[in-house]
């Protein structure tokens, strides 16, 4: 190799022609056909020529011959039939030498330009031989075939970064444009990524997509998703996140189907008829799935207390289409733009609702309460029973002061809850913030009183009935998902005496409740032992414990307690994407209502001070947000302030007020 020796070398994915000029060690100084001089170490050639070139002419006569040489080259390298060459090779599976290959290609002159055209011609097409400059190895037929694959999904993914691009940037910039062809592919994908994002199985491909359309923020794909009309502005993405089932399944509404065919022909002899009883619901207005009933007859020196729970047990057998359905969701979901049942409309709001008039079958708890709420005695019967009232929690709250049996059960409900406390039960009081929407898609929010007469009424009662099952499953030996809390972290307050600061930061310290199928004590409830059995129509759990309950009663057989617990473990999943689904919609919904006061005072309770400023609390909307002081500035928890909201954004989840 010396100057004036014709050389080529690879640049940018092209093969480029060059004489070299000078050599020092083994640093070349070259002239390319493109008019350019660069400097290369010698591993970088590719070919080396023993044609040589007189470097003292003139640097145009130069890049004339250059071309020259390289136009003869490519027009060579058009006559080697790279394919054809690996049909006859494939089977030898041998590396073949520059020289070898050359000769094959052009076996009446295998010079250096024929050398170059065949490095040419196989660098062009790179799908049948593995290539190195100066020899080659024919890929087996498996190994092409699966290259093509990769190649095809290349294509495939080129097309659609590009595709995704475009149709991003017209979209983005107010353009009517058509959709793509690919446009059901790149919805999935854009979608997968911003829902995902690096969990995204189509992470990277997303990231293209974005990078093509020259948007840095992947929130970009949520403005393009709605302007195309394939999400709300609004869209609860958690649904999609979580894959949530919302709609049933086929076989679902055909055993829906036939229940309802024979539920008028059902055999109640086994029952206990309480239909005379005066059986109430209490519930909100929209609601439509009548699960519990209360009611109260003066028997002698006592009160017979009734809860009447409808028995969805009855209908739905264990591992049948239905229950698979429910397992699965755990729950029913409510939201302030959406209610998603556990159980299909036919059986919740219909056969299994305990809708006023209609005879349903039930488990009842009937409870014996001295007039000074002594508990005496409990016996759970299966039964049918007929509601007589359907009271929203406005119009009980009315009866409670002046209907004699609403004003009985309110003052049981307070002896009980006194007992609870004085057996250490820990009190929360805090207001509820309830979120519906208008006609209009607008947020209305409104503090409802959990406290209110027939609100804390329902709730005692229930916790009553709930803790007696308990009683009854531990003393009969029956397993069941037992719930149980120990001790709290610290104790702020007795009794239920707790400020609005108390209530709040003793709800912090709280210990998470735990499902076990053995009894534990529940210490923040104050009792023994504990089960949910009276929203079989809402919660899962519920329903298994009525099926234990069922089975105390010989209408079922029990699950075992290894069973109880592999339903435990299966539940915890779907359970805590209930609770976050619940949790992130209202939170949602209440800074959607909050970014319409941008600008107005709100009062804050400081609860604690943190980095750079504290953290404190819309008393008006129970909502903890992050307030930035100055170092100056004197706060202690416990303090109230006057804060102005600045910015809200609740896509983002960001709420930021300031001081004044």
């Not at 755990?330 to 959406?338: E, L, Q, R, V, W």
């Not at 239920?496 to 053995?518: A, C, E, I, P, V």
Request: charged share 25%.
């Amino acid at each position: 190799m010396n100057p004036g020796n014709v050389v080529e070398f690879i640049d940018s994915q092209k093969i480029i022609c060059a004489v070299i000029l000078e050599i020092r060690k083994t640093r070349l100084r070259l002239l390319t056909e493109n008019n350019r001089e660069v400097k290369l170490p010698a591993g970088r050639l590719g070919h080396i020529s023993s044609l040589r070139l007189d470097i003292s002419l003139a640097r145009e006569k130069l890049i004339k011959e250059l071309k020259n040489i390289a136009a003869r080259r490519r027009e060579l390298s058009d006559r080697v039939a790279v394919e054809e060459l690996w049909e006859v090779l494939n089977a030898e599976q041998e590396w073949i030498d520059l020289k070898t290959m050359t000769a094959l290609c052009f076996p009446n002159n295998a010079g250096d330009d024929q050398q170059s055209a065949v490095i040419r011609a196989f660098f062009a097409n790179r799908h049948y031989f593995r290539f190195a400059t100066d020899k080659f190895f024919p890929y087996s037929p498996e190994q092409y075939e699966r290259l093509a694959k990769q190649r095809r999904e290349a294509a495939r993914k080129a097309a659609l970064i590009e595709q995704g691009g475009k149709w991003i940037r017209a979209v983005l910039s107010g353009k009517k444009v058509p959709r793509p062809e690919k446009a059901e592919a790149l919805i999935s994908i854009l979608a997968d990524y911003y829902l995902h994002d690096k969990q995204s199985s189509q992470h990277e491909l997303g990231r293209q997509i974005l990078k093509n359309a020259g948007a840095r923020s992947p929130d970009t794909i949520f403005d393009f998703l709605v302007a195309i009309g394939h999400w709300e502005s609004d869209e609860n993405l958690e649904l999609y996140r979580f894959q949530t089932p919302i709609e049933f399944p086929d076989q679902v509404a055909s055993r829906i189907e036939a229940l309802s065919a024979t539920a008028g022909r059902q055999d109640w002899s086994h029952r206990q008829d309480l239909t005379d009883l005066p059986l109430v619901t209490i519930d909100g207005q929209t609601t439509t799935d009548f699960d519990d009933a209360i009611s109260i007859v003066k028997e002698g020196d006592h009160y017979l207390v009734g809860v009447h729970i409808t028995d969805v047990a009855h209908y739905i057998r264990p591992d049948d289409p239905v229950d698979r359905q429910a397992m699965e969701r755990a729950s029913s979901i409510y939201m302030p733009d959406a209610k998603i049942p556990m159980l299909p409309p036919g059986l919740s709001e219909d056969l299994c609702s305990l809708k006023q008039g209609c005879i349903r079958p039930a488990i009842s708890s009937l409870i014996s309460v001295t007039e000074t709420g002594e508990i005496t005695g409990c016996r759970i019967v299966a039964s049918i029973v007929r509601v007589g009232r359907q009271l929203t929690y406005q119009e009980a709250d009315e009866l409670v002061a002046n209907d004699p049996e609403m004003a009985v059960l309110y003052s049981i409900a307070r002896k009980y809850r006194r007992q609870r406390l004085a057996r250490g039960a820990v009190q929360i009081t805090l207001p509820e913030i309830s979120i519906h929407l208008d006609p209009g898609g607008q947020p209305v929010v409104t503090r409802v009183d959990r406290e209110s007469p027939a609100r804390m009424l329902v709730a005692e009662i229930m916790i009553m009935a709930n803790a007696l099952a308990a009683q009854a499953l531990a003393a009969g030996g029956l397993p069941a998902i037992f719930r149980s809390q120990s001790e709290p972290r610290k104790r702020l307050y007795q009794g239920d005496q707790g400020t609005l600061f108390q209530n709040w930061m003793q709800r912090k310290s709280l210990n998470r409740f735990l499902l076990s199928s053995r009894p534990e004590p529940h210490v923040g409830l104050g009792v023994d032992a504990y089960v949910t059995a009276t929203s079989p129509i809402r919660k899962y759990t519920d329903l298994v414990t009525q099926r234990q309950l069922r089975a105390m009663l010989n209408l079922d057989q029990p699950y075992d307690e290894a069973q109880i617990d592999e339903i435990i473990q299966r539940l915890e999943v779907p359970m805590s994407q209930v609770a976050q689904l619940q949790y992130r919609r209202h939170r949602y919904w209440l800074l959607k209502f909050l970014q319409q006061r941008t600008g107005a005072k709100e009062e804050a309770l400081v609860l604690s001070k943190r980095r750079n400023g504290h953290t404190i609390l819309l008393t008006e909307y129970l909502v903890e947000c992050g307030l930035a002081t100055s170092s100056g500035l004197e706060l202690r928890p416990e303090d109230l302030v006057q804060v102005t909201i600045q910015h809200v954004n609740p896509r983002q989840d960001t709420l930021t007020v300031y001081l004044g």
